[in-house]
Every structure is written in C-alpha cells, then in structure tokens.
C-alpha cells in the first residue's frame, strides 16, 4: 500500500505523506480531520504521526530526495587489471510533464560495473525514507543487474541491499511514460548509532536515468506499467522473443510507377521479397517483352538492392553471433551462481575460527563480484 494522503499542520502546511490506513485512525482518534479524499490536517495541539513506527509518516524533514548533484562515480569499481570501468554522465532531461530534472544516466551495454555514490552525515539513530525514481534500467534478454544499497560507516558486511533489475524489489508505483517503464522508489532506513551513511547505485548490462521523484499525486494520469507488462510488449514486438536475431523485413524497395516488361527483373524482385526485402510494386505496370527496354536502370537497381539484402544479411550473421555470446555468457552465470551456493553453504557450516572460513570468504566475494 502506497503513502497517497498528504498530512498539514493547522495552518495547512504540509508534513509530509501517510498511509490511508493511517490517516483514518488519526481521524479516528480526533487528531486530524479530511480537508479531501487524499489530504488530511492535524488538529490543533496534535502532533505529527511519530517516524519510529513503520506504520506512521516521516517528517518532511527526515525524507531525502534524490539529489544527481551529491552523487559521483566510485572510484572504488574497477575492473580486474586495476581500471575504472564506470559509464555514464550527470545531465539534464525533460520529464514527463516537460519540466527539466537534473539526472545521473549510467550503465552501458556490456558487462561492466558503473556505481554512483553518495555520502551523508545524518542524524544519529534517526528514521528516514529515501526517495528516488529510475527510467529505463531495463533490456531485453532479462540479464542487467541494478542495485540500490545503504551502507552505515563503510562497513560494507551490514549493508542494506534492493535488487531493483526487474522490480525484485517492488516499486511504490510502476508507470509507463513517453520514454518506456518508469519506477518510483520509497526506501526507509535507520541513520544508526554514527548517522554516517552511503548511498549507492550500482549497474550492469544495461542503461538507466536515477532521477529526483515527484509528489506520487503527480503520477495519477499516467497509465500504471509493470515490469512483467514491458517485458511481454517488448518480446512480442521482436517476434520469437530473442531481441539480437533479425526477424522482419530488412529493407525496401518502392517500384510504385514503374514500368518492369522483364520476367528476369520481375523474378529477381520476387526473390529479394522472399529474402526479407520489402519490395513495394504497387501502381507498378507489369508486362511486355524484354527486348523493347533498356533495363540498365531497373538491373542497376536491382543490384543496389542486392547490395543493401547483403548488407542486412551480414548484420543479422553479427547480431547471430552476438546473440550466442550473450548465450554462453548466461551460461556462465548460471556456472558462477551454482558455485556460489555451493561456496557458502560450506561458509556457513564451517565453524568460527577455522582457519578456512577465511579463505572460504574470500572465494565468495570473488564469486560475487564475477555474478
């Protein structure tokens, strides 16, 4: 269930979002009372609903809202031989709506890590909720990874961890706009005994804009959009579902008007349609001897048809090849995943002080960071 009621003091300020569940029993209660169906106003002499039940609202002040200009690239995420691997920029875009928002677009399509992050000192042992949008972060064979993670004083073992690549970790609202899938994320956290805190995005294999979230009323006329809705558009548009493998016409070559009195030039068209080339003859006059006409025009035509069915030939036999390497990559995968089960549940049953739990651990984190 979704934060949607908005919470005002007396005066009619607002304090931040609550649960509907929520707002009735502060109605209820005689602390609040409906100023419309999604906003409600504390009474006066009432207070705020407190942030240390999970149930009730956060202050306005204790929600951080995604901020592209407190983020950078870590240089932490580096390949094997030592070098930075992370992809992407801070830009502006127009949303939606058409305002402007200042974004982190990162990510690339191969199969390297980017991360941004972000550090914060906060309030000591202090509830708050983190606010964030992501557009795109999506592709079609299903395998990117995208993670958002909390860490209290760098101490990377109690870290809090969202998988967020296909809306593992579901979403306050999924919507669909212009641009494609779009996600809109409410993260509650503890600042813990320091109030030291890093917040990380971490991505593979794919593209995605992390973004500053609107108020959720100003989603309300965009069509809901789930991630399992994208992914059955998207593979029914590429016809047998593997995106990489070329399916479809290929080309096209307009004939309206044109006059072919050749069998031979007719056959050839016919052929390049059977090839994928799509051929349109209509309003084109057929018929007549192929003696009577200078098919120089028409055969160099068709030749540059030839050469272009070649082309798109060639380029299917890459995205073929491309789409094996991504096949055996998966296979890979799978390899290191099993191995990584298999490593820690040997972790967990080897007892404290063993000497090869140690290296034990270090195999995961290494197997960790090939998944």
Not at 299 to 328: F, G, H, N, S, T
């Amino acid at each position: 269930m979704a934060k949607n009621v908005i919470v005002t003091d007396e005066f009619d300020n607002q304090i931040g979002l609550t649960y509907p569940k929520r707002a009735r029993g502060l109605i209820k209660n005689g602390r609040a009372e409906y100023v419309s169906d999604d906003r409600i106003r504390l009474l006066k002499g009432a207070h705020a609903p407190s942030a240390n039940n999970d149930t009730e609202d956060f202050k306005m002040s204790n929600i951080i809202n995604f901020n592209a200009r407190e983020f950078k690239f870590d240089e932490t995420c580096q390949s094997a031989d030592g070098n930075p691997v992370n992809a992407g920029s801070r830009m502006f875009i127009s949303d939606f709506s058409g305002d402007n928002a200042e974004v982190f677009e990162i990510g690339d399509w191969h199969w390297t890590w980017s991360q941004i992050k972000c550090e914060k000192q906060l309030e000591p042992n202090t509830d708050y909720l983190f606010r964030f949008a992501v557009q795109g972060g999506v592709n079609h064979t299903g395998d990117g990874q995208s993670r958002f993670i909390i860490r209290q004083d760098k101490n990377w073992e109690d870290r809090l961890e969202y998988p967020l690549e296909r809306s593992r970790f579901k979403p306050t609202l999924s919507k669909r706009t212009e641009s494609g899938l779009f996600r809109v994320y409410e993260i509650p956290f503890n600042s813990g005994e320091s109030g030291n805190i890093t917040l990380i995005f971490s991505v593979l294999h794919f593209m995605e804009i992390i973004m500053p979230a609107k108020e959720l009323e100003a989603y309300a006329e965009l069509e809901d959009y789930t991630y399992d809705q994208w992914w059955q558009e998207a593979h029914r548009q590429s016809g047998n579902g593997d995106f990489f493998r070329s399916n479809g016409k290929r080309g096209n070559i307009d004939l309206s008007g044109a006059v072919i009195n050749s069998n031979r030039l007719l056959k050839k068209f016919m052929d390049m349609a059977a090839r994928g080339i799509d051929v349109d003859l209509s309003g084109a006059v057929l018929g007549g001897d192929d003696d009577e006409v200078d098919w120089s025009e028409y055969d160099q035509k068709a030749a540059e048809a030839d050469a272009k069915a070649e082309e798109y030939d060639r380029l299917a036999a890459e995205a073929d090849a491309m789409a094996d390497e991504y096949d055996k990559k998966a296979i890979e995968k799978e390899a290191i995943s099993n191995a990584y089960e298999q490593v820690k549940a040997q972790y967990e049953a080897m007892s404290d002080g063993n000497p090869g739990k140690f290296g034990l651990k270090a195999a995961l984190e290494r197997l960790s960071m090939l998944m």
